[in-house]
């Protein structure tokens, strides 16, 4: 494998993003057309929406809190020309665990039987990309 390889993960939590809002677009789009949309609030309060849109919309709101730190730190693996098997294996760890994690956050959204662990993984999944970085970028530092 190459190190470019490692944005192939990359690739697949953006088009996981890309996908949340075509389904947000869609499922407004629904909720509009069926007249349960307080149209006189919907430009300013998130609950003139039905719950399924904010669900979706929360799902979105969350591939930009934990992806930040995995796009970060597969751009600086790939920059230390670090991004070996294990980096990519936790890359691909976090962006499957992502794709999990959203399907549950828009299905059954159950959160501690198994949206939280599904986070958890992700998570756990980025610290070891941080800390394959952080050696990385000691080594080279200390080279």
């Known amino acids: 494998m190459t ?3 490692l944005f192939l993960p990359v690739l ?3 088009a996981l993003t890309a996908y949340a809002y075509l389904r947000l677009g869609a ?3 629904a909720a509009s057309r069926a ?3 307080d149209e006189a ?16 919309n929360h799902a979105i709101r969350n591939q930009f ?5 995995f796009y970060v730190l597969c751009l600086m ?3 230390l020309d670090a991004a070996s098997i294990a980096a990519q ?9 992502r794709i999990a994690h959203f399907v549950e956050h828009t299905g059954a959204n159950r959160v501690a039987q198994r949206r939280r662990p599904l986070f958890t993984v992700g998570a756990v999944a980025v610290l070891g990309l941080l800390v394959l970085a952080k050696l990385a970028l000691l080594g080279r530092l200390l080279g």
């Open 3 to 5: 190190r470019d390889a």
């Open 12 to 14: 697949v939590q953006i």
């Open 27 to 29: 499922a407004k789009k």
């Open 35 to 37: 007249g349960s949309v």
């Open 41 to 56: 609030r919907r430009a300013l309060h998130e609950d003139a929406w039905p719950d399924h849109v904010i669900q979706i």
């Open 65 to 69: 809190e934990l992806p930040v730190l």
């Open 77 to 79: 693996l790939w920059a």
């Open 89 to 97: 294996a936790l890359a691909w760890l976090f962006a499957l665990s």
